[in-house]
């Protein structure tokens, strides 16, 4: 991310040591790295907090997809269910008169009168 060579970075710590002075230079550094490490945390977290919210709207998408998926099938289903049930009756109405057996007589009745 940001290019800088050694060299500048000894140029720095040189700069540092006689405006800081070596008494109070290892303070400043200690303080220095608590401020780097918080802000390292920090980003962390913020990138953290991203990739959630991107993990939630991804699942929120899914979860829409698949919501349309079942009412794709379910009306698909019922479409299915309509023709099917209409194909029955239709072949219920259609049958032959061959295939319908005949009335039988009725016996006499045993009513001796």
């Not at 140029?11 to 490490?37: D, F």
């Not at 379910?74 to 269910?81: H, M, N, P, Q």
Request: aromatic share 4%; glycine share 4%.
């Amino acid at each position: 991310m940001f290019d800088i060579a050694f060299s500048e970075i000894v140029i720095v710590m040189l700069v540092a040591l006689v405006v800081i002075g070596p008494e109070r230079l290892p303070a400043v550094a200690r303080s220095i790295g608590r401020l780097w490490g918080q802000v390292q945390r920090y980003v962390n977290r913020v990138k953290s907090d991203i990739e959630n919210d991107m993990a939630i709207d991804e699942a929120r998408q899914m979860q829409a997809r698949i919501h349309q998926e079942v009412d794709a099938v379910g009306k698909s289903l019922r479409e299915d269910g309509k023709t099917l049930e209409q194909h029955i009756l239709q072949s219920q109405y259609r049958k032959p008169a061959s295939d319908v057996p005949a009335a039988s007589p009725l016996p006499p009745p045993d009513n001796p009168v």
